[in-house]
C-alpha cells in the first residue's frame, strides 16, 4: 500500500479519538500496588463453615476493526449492527444485553437477599467500543456494580491485555504495555478506588507462556503491575518432574514457578481452571454442582474448603446467551445458607491467608513442557544451553512445543500466520526504536499525541482474532493497522 498526503491525513484523523492507553504510569502503579485487603472486610463467608466453594468468571470481547464508514477503527460490535443480514450478526442486540446485564442480575439478586458471586473479565477493545458506540447504558450498568460499595462484595474484575494479545506470540516488551493500558483504560471509566481492586489477571484464550523467557517476563510485569493471583487453565500446568496436577490439587491455589534463560526464577499465585466446554459448564452452573461433591483438603496442615473454578465467554453461543441468564439468577436462591457457596478469586485467596494458608503453602508448578527444557539444559543455565535445548526438542520432540497452551488447544496462533506475525514483530521493533530511549530520557513521552496513536496500532495488530478466523477479511484488517502504523511511526 502506498501512502500519499491524502491517505497519511485520513489515518491521522481516523486516530485522534483514542481511549487512554498511556501517561499515569507512575500514578497508576502506586494505586495498584496497594496492599490493603479488598474482600476480606466485607465477605459474609466464613471458611470454617464451608465444605467446598465455586468461583465463575465471564469473558467479553469484540475486536477493534479498520471497518468504519471511512475506514474508522470500529467496534466489531457496531460492524454487526450495521450488517445485521450476514452471517450471525442478527445476535448483536443479544451480545450487547449480554454486556450489560450482570448489571441487573446483581442488584436484583442482593435486593433479595442473595449473595451472589461474578468475576468480570472485559478487554479493553470491547470497553473502548462501547464508548465509540455511545452504549452508556451498558457502562453505566458496569459501573453500578463496580462502584456503588453496595455491590463490591459480589463483584470481582480481572485484569487483562487491552487489546486481546495472546501472550506467548506477543512481542515480550510489549505484555507489560498490553497490562498498563488496560489499567489506564478502566481506571479513565470506573475510577481509582475501582482500579485498586483488581488482583487477578485473566489471559486472553488462557494462554499460558512456557517459553521460559516469556514466562518469566510475564509474571514479573504481572507483579510489577499489582497483581496478586492468575487464572490457567489446568492441562497447560505441570509439577516440576513433569507430571500433570494431583486431582485435588488443581482445587486449590497453586503456585506458578518461571525460570528464566539466566536462572531468575519468580513466582505467582495461580487458580486453576478446570477443563471442560466452557461456555456449557458455566451456563449451567456446572462448577456449583461439581464442588457439592468435594469436600475439605489439608494444606500444611490447614483443612480448607476447595474451589472449582471456571471461566466463558460472557456471549458466545446459545447457551451463555439462553440458559446462562435462565440458570444464573435461581442458584443463588437455592443455596442460601449452604456449606457450598460462590466466592471470588482475591476474596478466596484473603480468607485462606487469614485461616493461615500463604502463597508458600500452596503446590508448586510450571508451564507445561518446561521439565524436557530443564532436564536437557541441565545445572548450567544459559541463554545459549536454554535456545538448543529447545532447538533439540522442537526438532526431535512432535509434543513440544513453545506457542504455549490455551483453552484452544487445537488451533496454533502461529501455525499459518506469518503474515500476520511478521509485520506484528516489525511494528512492535519500530515501535521501541522510536520510543525507548526517548522515554528513559522523559517518562513524559507517554502523555504525548504521538506516543499515544503509535502505541494504539502496535497494540491493535496483536489481537488474536487477526489470527483466529482463518485468512481472509481478518488477515487484511491486520494489514491494514499494520500500514497505519507503519504511517504513524
Request: proline letters at 5%; charged letters at 20%.
Amino acid at each position: 500500500m502506498i501512502m500519499n498526503s491524502t491517505t497519511s491525513s485520513l489515518f491521522r484523523q481516523i486516530t485522534m479519538d483514542i481511549p487512554p492507553l498511556s501517561g499515569k504510569e507512575k500514578e497508576i502503579e502506586k494505586i495498584v500496588n496497594d496492599q490493603e485487603t479488598v474482600f476480606l472486610n466485607k465477605t459474609d463467608i466464613n471458611l470454617e463453615e464451608k465444605k467446598a466453594l465455586f468461583a465463575c468468571a465471564l469473558h467479553m470481547h469484540q475486536p477493534t476493526i479498520p471497518a468504519g464508514y471511512k475506514g474508522e477503527l470500529i467496534c466489531n460490535l457496531q460492524q454487526m449492527f450495521e450488517h445485521q443480514g450476514e452471517g450471525d450478526n442478527h445476535n448483536a442486540s443479544v451480545f450487547a444485553w449480554c454486556y450489560s446485564r450482570m448489571g441487573d442480575f446483581i442488584p436484583e439478586l442482593v435486593a433479595n437477599g442473595c449473595s451472589p458471586r461474578i468475576m468480570l473479565d472485559y478487554s479493553g477493545n470491547l470497553l473502548w467500543g462501547l464508548q465509540q458506540m455511545g452504549r452508556e447504558d451498558i457502562l453505566n450498568n458496569l459501573r453500578k456494580i463496580t462502584v456503588d460499595p453496595t455491590y463490591q462484595p459480589y463483584v470481582e474484575w480481572l485484569g487483562t491485555m487491552w487489546s486481546h494479545g495472546v501472550i506467548p506470540s506477543t512481542p515480550i516488551p510489549d505484555i507489560k504495555l498490553h497490562i498498563q493500558a488496560w489499567q489506564h483504560h478502566f481506571m479513565a471509566i470506573f475510577g481509582e478506588d475501582a482500579l485498586r481492586r483488581v488482583k487477578g489477571f485473566s489471559p486472553p484464550e488462557m494462554h499460558l507462556p512456557n517459553h521460559p523467557d516469556t514466562l518469566y517476563e510475564y509474571i514479573k510485569a504481572l507483579k510489577e503491575c499489582g497483581y496478586r493471583w492468575l487464572l490457567v487453565q489446568e492441562h497447560s500446568l505441570e509439577r516440576l518432574d513433569g507430571q500433570g496436577l494431583h486431582h485435588d490439587d488443581k482445587y486449590i491455589p497453586n503456585r506458578l514457578m518461571a525460570k528464566n534463560s539466566r536462572g531468575e526464577v519468580i513466582s505467582i499465585t495461580a487458580l486453576i481452571k478446570t477443563q471442560g466446554s466452557d461456555t456449557k459448564l458455566v451456563a449451567q452452573m456446572q462448577p456449583y454442582h461439581e464442588a457439592k461433591t468435594k469436600d475439605k483438603l489439608s494444606v500444611n496442615g490447614v483443612m480448607i474448603p476447595p474451589c472449582v473454578t471456571q471461566i466463558a465467554d460472557g456471549e458466545n453461543g446459545g447457551v451463555m446467551m439462553n440458559e446462562f441468564p435462565r440458570d444464573f439468577p435461581p442458584l443463588w436462591y437455592d443455596i442460601k445458607n449452604s456449606d457450598v457457596v460462590g466466592v471470588n478469586g482475591t476474596e478466596y485467596l484473603e480468607l485462606l491467608e487469614a485461616s493461615g494458608v500463604s502463597e508458600d503453602d500452596f503446590p508448586v508448578c510450571q508451564a507445561v513442557g518446561q521439565h524436557k527444557i530443564w532436564q536437557r539444559v541441565g545445572d548450567n543455565i544459559t541463554p545459549e544451553g536454554v535456545q538448543g535445548a529447545i532447538a533439540f526438542l522442537t526438532e526431535n520432540d512432535h509434543q513440544f512445543h513453545t506457542e504455549g497452551a490455551s483453552w484452544t488447544n487445537d488451533l496454533s496462533w502461529v501455525k499459518g500466520y506469518e503474515n500476520v506475525l511478521q509485520p506484528m514483530n516489525q511494528l512492535s521493533a519500530l515501535f521501541h526504536q522510536k520510543y525507548d530511549v526517548l522515554i528513559e530520557e522523559s517518562p513524559e513521552i507517554t502523555k504525548r499525541q504521538d506516543y499515544q496513536e503509535a502505541l494504539l496500532y502496535n497494540l491493535l495488530l496483536q489481537t488474536s482474532c487477526f489470527r483466529y478466523w482463518g485468512q481472509g477479511t481478518w488477515t487484511d484488517y491486520a494489514k491494514q493497522l499494520y500500514q497505519r502504523g507503519l504511517e504513524i511511526l
